[in-house]
Nanobody, 115 residues
């Protein structure tokens, strides 16, 4: 069973930065798509960013230019660098991996952006 563990969440003021990391229990080379999603209070879960096995990336319009997704195959991690954070970025952030149409999710890490 694939295990995903997110870390790096916390409290930050508007304009600040955080780096989220998703540690995977096995090699990430076998996954087709790796990504981050988020769910704000009272809202549905939404896509933040994805990176495919070939390296192409995709971002939600709301985070383009501020967030960067990356992967480290040696460390078996998928990271999300978040800059210029806004209060509307407050949410629980989830790591997601897809392999052969199977979805794997972490338990999430809370990001709170507030002054």
């Amino acid at each position: 069973q694939v295990q995903l563990v997110e870390s790096g969440g916390g409290f930050v003021q508007p304009g600040g930065s955080l780096r989220l990391s998703c540690a995977v229990s096995e090699s990430i080379l076998s996954f087709d798509v790796m990504g981050w999603y988020r769910q704000a209070p009272g809202k549905e879960r939404e896509l933040v960013a994805t990176i495919r096995s070939i390296g192409t990336t995709n971002y939600a319009d709301s985070v383009k230019g501020r967030f960067t997704i990356s992967r480290d195959t040696a460390k078996k991690t998928v990271d999300l660098q978040m800059n210029t954070l806004k209060p509307e970025d407050t949410a629980v952030y989830y790591c997601n991996l897809v392999r052969l149409y199977m979805d794997y999710w972490g338990k999430g890490t809370l990001v709170t952006v507030s002054s």
